[in-house]
C-alpha cells in the first residue's frame, strides 16, 4: 500500500495509510493510535505523547494568532 501523499505520523514518523486520524494537517497510524489508547498516565511514553499534542496545540494558536493579526492589517 502506498502512503497518504508522503505524509508520517506524528507520534514515529513512519509513512501512513489513507484513513488514519487526521487533524489540524497532521496524521496518527494506526499503531500509534492504538497505543495512545492503552496508555496509562504513569508510563513514561504518556509525557512523550502529551508533549507532542503540547507542541500541536501551541503550534496551531500561534498560527491562528498570526492568521488574525494578517486579517486586522487589511483594516
Given at each position: 500500500?502506498?502512503?497518504?501523499?508522503?505524509?508520517?505520523?506524528?507520534?514515529?514518523?513512519?509513512?501512513?495509510?489513507?484513513?488514519?486520524?487526521?487533524?489540524?494537517?497532521?496524521?496518527?497510524?494506526?499503531?500509534?493510535?492504538?497505543?495512545?489508547?492503552?496508555?496509562?498516565?504513569?508510563?513514561?511514553e504518556y509525557a512523550e505523547v502529551?508533549?507532542?499534542?503540547?507542541?500541536?496545540?501551541?503550534?496551531?494558536?500561534?498560527?491562528?494568532?498570526?492568521?488574525?493579526?494578517?486579517?486586522?492589517?487589511?483594516?
Amino acid at each position: 500500500m502506498q502512503s497518504m501523499s508522503g505524509a508520517h505520523c506524528l507520534i514515529c514518523q513512519s509513512p501512513v495509510e489513507p484513513g488514519a486520524l487526521s487533524f489540524w494537517g497532521e496524521v496518527i497510524c494506526g499503531d500509534c493510535e492504538a497505543e495512545i489508547m492503552e496508555l496509562a498516565v504513569d508510563q513514561p511514553e504518556y509525557a512523550e505523547v502529551i508533549k507532542t499534542f503540547r507542541l500541536l496545540w501551541q503550534n496551531q494558536f500561534i498560527a491562528l494568532q498570526n492568521h488574525h493579526t494578517m486579517e486586522s492589517d487589511n483594516y
